[in-house]
C-alpha cells in the first residue's frame, strides 16, 4: 500500500462515514447541527490580505498577501505553456533560449530511454 507521511492511502481513501443509524435528529437553536461544522467567522479585512490556510508551521502565522511588484518575475510565467517535443524539434537549435534548449535535450533523452525501453521489452 502507497504511504503519504506516514499515512496509508488506501486505508484513508476507503474510510467511509455513516451517519447514527435510526435516531432522529435534535432541533437545536439556529436550525444547525449541534455537532455539526461550524461557519468560520474571518474579517473581510483579515481575508483580503493574508493567505488563510498558508501557514504550514506550528507557530507560524498566515503569510501576508504583497502587491504584484513584490514578488519575482519568474512567479508570473509559472503557468506559461511550455513547448511540447515535436515543437521544439521544428525549430532551429542554433536559435533557441538556453531554457529551451535544456528543456529539448531531457526530453529528447526520455524519448530515447523510452524508445530503448521498449526495445528490449520486446525482445
Given at each position: ?10 486505508r ?6 455513516f ?22 467567522i474571518?474579517?473581510?479585512e483579515?481575508?483580503?490580505?493574508t493567505?488563510f490556510g498558508g501557514n ?5 502565522q ?6 504584484d ?6 512567479r508570473?510565467?509559472?503557468l506559461?505553456?511550455?513547448p511540447?517535443l515535436s515543437e ?8 533557441l533560449?538556453y531554457?529551451?534548449?535544456r528543456?529539448l535535450?531531457?526530453?529528447?533523452n ?14
Amino acid at each position: 500500500m502507497p504511504f503519504f507521511r506516514g499515512i496509508c492511502i488506501a486505508r484513508v481513501i476507503s474510510r467511509q462515514t455513516f451517519a447514527a443509524g435510526g435516531a432522529k435528529a435534535k432541533k437545536g437553536k439556529g436550525g444547525a447541527a449541534a455537532g455539526g461544522p461550524r461557519a468560520s467567522i474571518i474579517s473581510k479585512e483579515i481575508k483580503s490580505t493574508t493567505v488563510f490556510g498558508g501557514n504550514i508551521l506550528k507557530d507560524g502565522q498566515d503569510p501576508k498577501i504583497l502587491s504584484d511588484s513584490e514578488y519575482p518575475d519568474w512567479r508570473w510565467r509559472l503557468l506559461d505553456k511550455l513547448p511540447a517535443l515535436s515543437e521544439l524539434r521544428r525549430m532551429d537549435a542554433q536559435t533557441l533560449p538556453y531554457d529551451d534548449l535544456r528543456r529539448l535535450v531531457k526530453l529528447d533523452n526520455r524519448a530515447t530511454i523510452k524508445e530503448s525501453n521498449s526495445l528490449k521489452a520486446k525482445n
